[in-house]
């Protein structure tokens, strides 16, 4: 095996990398040899970089997974100067964009299928961090007139997560351009406000 020589932080951001398609393509449970192998490394040289196979499964979630959820997101959906549909679309404009990815998706169904801890993070993530403050700002929006459940919003957020999960899991085709499909996954779920 010819390894080429990398600074220590550039060595690691290339396991990282590799991990990230390695576990895409075959879950959490493919073994760290062919891991090694394919990143170019030792199985030694990886694990001076990950004490534990757990190790690289947290620095590629967080990569994937947390990396991806952008900062201004929060403060744009609570920005009720913009209209709540407006809102809605163009956060999930932003959110599709971040996680249709083969690895994202892929990564998040072996986790799921292995029960792998990892999904439920990420879910309870999404449902503090995003969720709840949605519904928190479409009840203002409906001024006492509706406020959905968080069942509400996960049906509304499955529905728009599983387009990427048929383009990337069952490779059925799937707009490339998704953006009518938000709006009108939008506008049928605001369908009490009359927006």
């Not at 947390?66 to 201004?72: F, S």
Request: net charge positive; hydrophobic share 45%.
């Amino acid at each position: 095996m010819i390894r080429r020589r990398l600074e220590p932080a550039a060595r690691r951001e290339e396991i990282i990398r590799a991990a990230t398609a390695y576990f895409a393509e075959v879950g959490f449970g493919g073994p760290t040899r062919d891991l090694a192998r394919r990143a170019g490394v030792t199985q030694a040289l990886l694990y001076k970089y990950f004490a534990s196979k757990a190790e690289l499964r947290e620095a590629v979630f967080e990569r994937v997974y947390l990396g991806r959820i952008a900062p201004h997101w929060l403060d744009e959906l609570r920005d009720r100067a913009v209209p709540i549909r407006a809102r809605l679309c163009r956060f999930y404009a932003q959110y599709t964009r971040a996680i249709f990815t083969y690895e994202w998706m892929r990564i998040f169904m072996w986790a799921g299928l292995d029960g792998d801890a990892l999904n439920r993070r990420y879910l309870e993530h999404v449902s503090a961090l995003l969720l709840a403050p949605m519904r928190e700002e479409i009840t203002a929006a409906a001024e006492g007139r509706w406020a959905p459940g968080m069942e509400d919003l996960w049906n509304l957020h499955g529905g728009i997560v599983y387009l990427g999960i048929r383009r990337h899991i069952y490779h059925l085709p799937v707009p490339e351009d998704v953006t009518p499909v938000i709006e009108a996954s939008v506008d049928r779920f605001l369908g009490p406000l009359g927006a």
